[in-house]
């Protein structure tokens, strides 16, 4: 059963138990859902009202870009911890011989890739989370004021969150170009979330 698929009782029970994942990575992933969901939620309560038919078309395809992003982020939750687990799985290969080890040490590296790039993909998609708020600033129900800077906080912090991830799994790679330039690329979504964020709550 996917994590997505179960409810939240069952989720924070998973996530409360000694099992090592889900974790931080999914939790950064939710935070990205929720988001989503908050913005579609506040363009729902926007569009079909006179008041605010001059924003009408944004709005909407605002919204279809929210319901985008929150499947590829409720999908992250889970693609994290299958991340996880495949870097897991390593540890019970054999490496008795050297050619055991040389398999085991290469098969460690790709899976800490896989388990970088899942919280990659998770900031990626929680900038853009951002952005779709950025570009709903000013024509959204100002009833919905508070929903829309919740779901700024949780886009900020499913960016914060997903980097620590991607840092920790970054430290055990030893291909410096691919951390390198990893490193790089998160940090630029890292300085671009922070503006953002900013930009957004600031006038709450």
């Known amino acids: 059963m996917l994590l997505q698929d179960h409810n939240l009782k069952q989720f924070t029970e998973v996530l409360a138990s000694n099992a090592p994942a889900p974790g931080g990575g999914s939790v950064a992933a939710l935070n990205g859902a929720l988001a989503a969901a908050l913005l579609n939620m506040v363009g729902e309560?926007?569009?079909?009202?006179?008041k605010y038919r001059e924003f009408h078309d944004d709005i909407q395809g605002i919204m279809t870009g929210a319901k985008e992003l929150l499947n590829k982020l409720l999908s992250g939750v889970d693609e994290d911890t299958q991340a996880y687990n495949k870097v897991s799985a390593v540890f019970a290969?054999?490496?008795d011989t050297p050619e055991e080890k040389a398999a085991r040490?290469?098969?460690m590296q790709n899976a800490l890739k896989d388990a970088a790039a899942a919280p990659l993909q998770t900031m990626k998609s929680s900038l853009?989370?951002?952005e779709l708020l950025k570009a709903a600033l000013g024509k959204t129900n100002p009833s919905c004021e508070s929903d829309?800077?919740?779901a700024a906080l949780c886009a900020?912090?499913?960016v914060r969150s997903a980097w620590l991830n991607v840092k920790i799994n970054l430290s055990g790679i030893k291909d410096e170009a691919y951390t390198e330039k990893t490193a790089a690329e998160a940090h630029a979504i890292l300085a671009k979330s922070e503006k953002l964020a900013e930009e957004l709550l600031s006038p709450l």
């Open 156 to 158: 900020q912090t499913s």
């Open 128 to 130: 853009q989370c951002l």
């Open 45 to 50: 309560l926007t569009v079909g009202k006179e």
């Open 148 to 150: 829309f800077g919740v």
């Open 105 to 107: 040490s290469q098969a």
């Open 93 to 95: 290969m054999p490496k």
